[in-house]
Every structure is written in structure tokens, then in C-alpha cells.
């Protein structure tokens, strides 16, 4: 692994800060575990869990997990999930959201600096919306590589930057501002393959799902119109959702 040079630090060190003030400022509605589970929600779980085969003995690390949204329904369904996160402020919130009663475990880590004993311990890393907040993939890559037992499989759903809806919803939504997300731009096929290709991962693949926001496709024939509109090829480069895939040789 090279030695970064105290500028690049630096600049991490920055831009984690930033991360960080941005999130732990104030709760974000889209980060917020629920309580009750949404069609919305169990979809992206749903389609990060088949597109990475995951199996409930499968030793998961969820990169960027946050509050736990995404990482509570994951541990309530029974799967051996880790929460990794850059802010302790956001994985306390994560405990007093019920990650402790789940007996969930946390890591304040960069994944860019796995500690040593991750090293090939995982079965699956996953991340549902966080590449995107993540200023250096090729080095971030390069951990999640190293973290991956051989055979382990890389899984993440992002938005889609072709999809116009985004830009709109972050210059309209409170709360959210274009640097905290400008990430988006970067998820593109080139991007990440290249990032997956200088890690030494394998098997790359992209798919995107999904049409309506939350309050048409929680609704059962906004489900259902949903499925159709997805399989039509005019509207495949815009869907607004992700899945990068990967493998470990």
C-alpha cells in the first residue's frame, strides 16, 4: 500500500470533516432508520442482496452505513451485517436507533485504512448510496479489495447522475447542498469499472432498476406499473438507481 504524503492527508482528513458536518449536522430524513419497513426500502435491500448472492452466513461490511437505515432491516432479517462509517457521531445515532439491541457491530473507519485485521475477513461489502460521498474511489477501492475474502463479492446501489430528477432534488431539498453531493457525477460505468480494475476486482457488472419516487412506488400499482416501465429500453439509461457489482479473484 503507498504512503500518502501529509498534503493528501490533509485533504482527506478535510473532506471527512466536511462529510461528516454535513451529515451529523442535522438528521437528514433519507438516512433516518423507520420503524416500520417501506416497498421503497425493501427493494433496494432486495436487489443489493440478489445482485451480491447473499447468503445469511455470509460475514457482510456495510460501508458507509451511517444511521442504519439500511443497516437495522438488514440485521432484523438476520444477516451477519458490520456497520463501517468516518463519523462515531452517526454510529452512535445507529445504536440508539436499535443497533445495539441487535448486537450490530461498528467500526469508525475510512475504508481507504482498513485496520490489519480486516484483512480478507469479509464475505460481502455493500453500501447503499455512499460511493458517492466518497472523494478518492481508487484508493477506497483498493481497501474494500483488501477486506474481501477471495471469492468475496462487492455490491453498491447508487443514484444514476444521468437521471435529471437528482440534480433537482438536491437543489430543492433542505438540507442538501451540491458539495456535499457532487459526488454523483463520478457514477458512471467508466468510473467505477476503472476503480474495480486498479483494485485487482473482477466480474464487474452494472445494472439499473427503479421509476417512481417513495410515495408512488409504496403504493401497490405504483409497484406494479413500476416493473413495466423499467423493462422498457428508452427509459434504461435514465432509471434512477445503480448496482455496481465486483468480485475478489
Given at each position: 500500500?503507498?504512503?500518502?504524503?501529509?498534503?493528501?492527508?490533509?485533504?482527506?482528513?478535510?473532506?471527512?470533516?466536511?462529510?461528516?458536518?454535513?451529515?451529523?449536522?442535522?438528521?437528514?430524513?433519507?438516512?433516518?432508520?423507520?420503524?416500520?419497513?417501506?416497498?421503497?426500502?425493501?427493494?433496494?435491500?432486495?436487489?443489493?442482496?440478489?445482485?451480491g448472492q447473499v447468503t445469511r452466513e455470509d460475514r457482510i461490511l456495510e460501508v458507509g452505513c451511517?444511521?442504519?437505515?439500511?443497516?437495522?432491516?438488514?440485521?432484523?432479517?438476520?444477516?451477519?451485517?458490520?456497520?463501517?462509517?468516518?463519523?462515531?457521531?452517526?454510529?452512535?445515532?445507529?445504536?440508539?436507533?436499535?443497533?445495539?439491541?441487535?448486537?450490530?457491530?461498528?467500526?469508525?473507519?475510512?475504508?481507504?485504512?482498513?485496520?490489519?485485521?480486516?484483512?480478507?475477513?469479509?464475505?460481502?461489502?455493500?453500501?447503499?448510496?455512499?460511493?458517492?460521498?466518497?472523494?478518492?474511489?481508487?484508493?477506497?477501492?483498493?481497501?474494500?479489495?483488501?477486506?474481501?475474502?477471495?471469492?468475496?463479492?462487492?455490491?453498491?446501489?447508487?443514484?444514476?447522475?444521468?437521471?435529471?430528477?437528482?440534480?433537482?432534488?438536491?437543489?430543492?431539498?433542505?438540507?442538501?447542498?451540491?458539495?456535499?453531493?457532487?459526488?454523483?457525477?463520478?457514477?458512471?460505468?467508466?468510473?467505477?469499472?476503472?476503480?474495480?480494475?486498479?483494485?485487482?476486482?473482477?466480474?464487474?457488472?452494472?445494472?439499473?432498476?427503479?421509476?417512481?419516487?417513495?410515495?408512488?412506488?409504496?403504493?401497490?400499482?405504483?409497484?406494479?406499473?413500476?416493473?413495466?416501465?423499467?423493462?422498457?429500453?428508452?427509459?434504461?439509461?435514465?432509471?434512477?438507481?445503480q448496482l455496481f457489482t465486483a468480485r475478489r479473484p
Amino acid at each position: 500500500m503507498s504512503v500518502m504524503s501529509p498534503a493528501t492527508d490533509s485533504f482527506y482528513d478535510r473532506h471527512n470533516r466536511y462529510q461528516c458536518d454535513y451529515f451529523e449536522g442535522g438528521p437528514k430524513k433519507t438516512m433516518v432508520p423507520t420503524k416500520a419497513s417501506s416497498p421503497y426500502l425493501d427493494r433496494h435491500i432486495d436487489e443489493v442482496l440478489a445482485a451480491g448472492q447473499v447468503t445469511r452466513e455470509d460475514r457482510i461490511l456495510e460501508v458507509g452505513c451511517g444511521m442504519g437505515r439500511y443497516t437495522i432491516p438488514l440485521a432484523l432479517r438476520g444477516f451477519r451485517v458490520e456497520g463501517l462509517d468516518v463519523s462515531a457521531v452517526l454510529l452512535d445515532r445507529l445504536r440508539d436507533y436499535g443497533g445495539g439491541r441487535l448486537k450490530v457491530p461498528l467500526h469508525a473507519v475510512d475504508i481507504m485504512l482498513p485496520p490489519s485485521h480486516f484483512e480478507g475477513a469479509f464475505d460481502v461489502v455493500m453500501g447503499f448510496f455512499v460511493l458517492h460521498h466518497i472523494h478518492d474511489l481508487i484508493p477506497s477501492f483498493a481497501g474494500m479489495a483488501r477486506v474481501l475474502k477471495p471469492g468475496g463479492r462487492l455490491v453498491f446501489v447508487e443514484p444514476n447522475p444521468y437521471n435529471p430528477l437528482y440534480y433537482a432534488q438536491i437543489a430543492f431539498t433542505p438540507g442538501m447542498r451540491w458539495q456535499g453531493e457532487r459526488g454523483i457525477v463520478h457514477m458512471r460505468r467508466r468510473v467505477i469499472a476503472d476503480a474495480c480494475a486498479r483494485a485487482g476486482l473482477s466480474a464487474y457488472g452494472l445494472r439499473r432498476f427503479g421509476f417512481f419516487p417513495p410515495f408512488v412506488a409504496n403504493r401497490p400499482a405504483g409497484q406494479a406499473v413500476e416493473r413495466v416501465l423499467e423493462r422498457v429500453p428508452v427509459w434504461r439509461p435514465a432509471l434512477p438507481f445503480q448496482l455496481f457489482t465486483a468480485r475478489r479473484p
